[in-house]
Structure formats: structure tokens, C-alpha cells
């Protein structure tokens, strides 16, 4: 997978990201995954679902984009566009600021790199949905459902390789964000970022407010680099 990423200007306001993801779309890639057709079952049965009902959780959405995002390295607009289409409801609002904080383009936001597998494992630990959305894995015994090609009996399947190794495109993607992060500007153009567009108590400056942990918890793993 070709990794270049790159910046053209930098500015107030910020352009870091500009060229991190450049040209059109891979083709085959964007294809797959808009087919549900990645070769990743939990990945493909959330866009089969969401092309059945036009809905699906927000822990869903989100891996839907972080795996076009780092695994595919897909351009977010055109990721972004096809699931505005398919929401049912599609807020704006919402929906663009999401898809750019789970593409790691904002700059301020924790990178969110979902494995899929272990994804799948997490929330379908018995294949009850993979199975409800991908009935040519129907056959799959549960211990293999997540990684049907590593089944004996894998090469009768009508479903696809991975479309990329899980592993490399996560490291990948992971060395290109935290490359561009760590340019001696990045800091200092996410502060104004941050100082600019974020949530923030009147006449507190940014450096001054204090970060309250949630009630009950320690710990997010929301914020974990891979999820």
C-alpha cells in the first residue's frame, strides 16, 4: 500500500493534511468495500446491513470508516459521501465532522485504528450477525467465523481474501499519521485548531482547563490507538 503522506502548506487554521491520501480512490478497494466484499466479515456484514436498513450503531460506523480510512486508504470524502447516501439519518452536522475524526484528518482527535477482527470478535463473538448478513459464511464453524480463510475448508467458500493484510495496513497507516504528527509545526497548528473550533468554557484559556475522567471509569478505550 503506497504511503505518502505529505503537506503542501501550512497556514493558520492548518492544511497539514493536505496530500496524505492523494489522487482518486483505488477502484478495486473502494468497490469492495462498498459491496461489504473486503474478505473482513465484520466489516462486511456492516455495510450489507447498512444497505438492508440505512442504519447501523455508532461503533459500526465508525469501524466502517477507520477501516476504509487506514486499512484501504481511501480518500475520506468519497468514503464519507457513500455513507451519507445510505444513512437514513443523515445529519450534516453530524455526519462530516465524524467521518474526518475517524479518518485521523482533524489533527486534534486521537487516531482510531479499528481491527476488524478483533472487532468482530468483541461484539459478534458468535458470528450471530456476520452469519444473518454473509450466508455464504453459513457453513463457517464459530471458531473460525472472523478469519474464515484460515478454515481447512476455506477454499469452497464463495467469499474473498482480505483484501489487504490486517497487521501491515495497520502499521502502515499507524507510521504515516504519527509521522506527520511529529513535524515540529503540528503541535502548534492543532493548538490553534483546538483554541478556534473546540468546546471550551468562556474566558478559560485551553491550557488552564482541567480534564475530567468519566463518572465511574478510569479509562476510555475509546482513546486506545488500535481498537
Not at 86 to 101: A, C, L, N, S, T
Not at 199 to 210: F, L, Q, V
Amino acid at each position: 500500500m503506497p504511503v505518502r503522506p505529505g503537506w503542501k502548506r501550512v497556514s493558520r487554521g492548518g492544511f497539514l493534511y493536505d496530500g496524505i491520501r492523494t489522487g482518486p480512490p483505488d477502484s478495486h478497494r473502494f468497490a469492495a468495500w462498498c459491496k461489504g466484499s473486503t474478505g473482513y466479515p465484520f466489516v462486511d456484514a456492516c455495510m450489507r446491513a447498512l444497505d438492508l436498513h440505512g442504519w447501523i450503531n455508532f461503533r459500526m460506523r465508525a469501524m466502517l470508516m477507520s477501516f476504509a480510512s487506514y486499512h484501504l486508504w481511501l480518500p475520506w470524502r468519497e468514503s464519507g459521501l457513500h455513507l451519507a447516501r445510505k444513512f437514513v439519518d443523515y445529519e450534516p452536522g453530524i455526519h462530516w465532522p465524524q467521518v474526518q475524526m475517524q479518518s485521523g484528518t482533524t489533527g486534534i482527535n486521537t487516531l482510531r485504528i479499528y481491527n476488524p477482527i478483533k472487532q468482530g470478535l468483541d461484539q459478534d463473538p458468535d458470528g450471530r450477525f456476520i452469519r444473518a448478513h454473509l450466508p455464504e459464511l453459513a457453513s463457517v464453524p464459530d471458531v473460525f467465523i472472523h478469519e474464515p480463510r484460515s478454515w481447512p475448508r476455506a477454499s469452497a467458500l464463495a467469499y474473498p481474501a482480505p483484501i489487504v493484510e490486517n497487521a501491515g495496513a495497520m502499521r502502515s497507516a499507524r507510521e504515516a499519521l504519527h509521522g506527520l504528527r511529529s513535524a515540529a509545526r503540528h503541535g502548534h497548528v492543532a493548538q490553534e485548531i483546538a483554541a478556534k473550533h473546540g468546546s471550551r468554557k468562556a474566558g478559560i484559556p485551553m491550557r488552564a482547563r482541567k480534564k475530567v475522567p468519566a463518572r465511574g471509569s478510569t479509562t476510555d478505550t475509546q482513546l486506545k490507538l488500535d481498537l
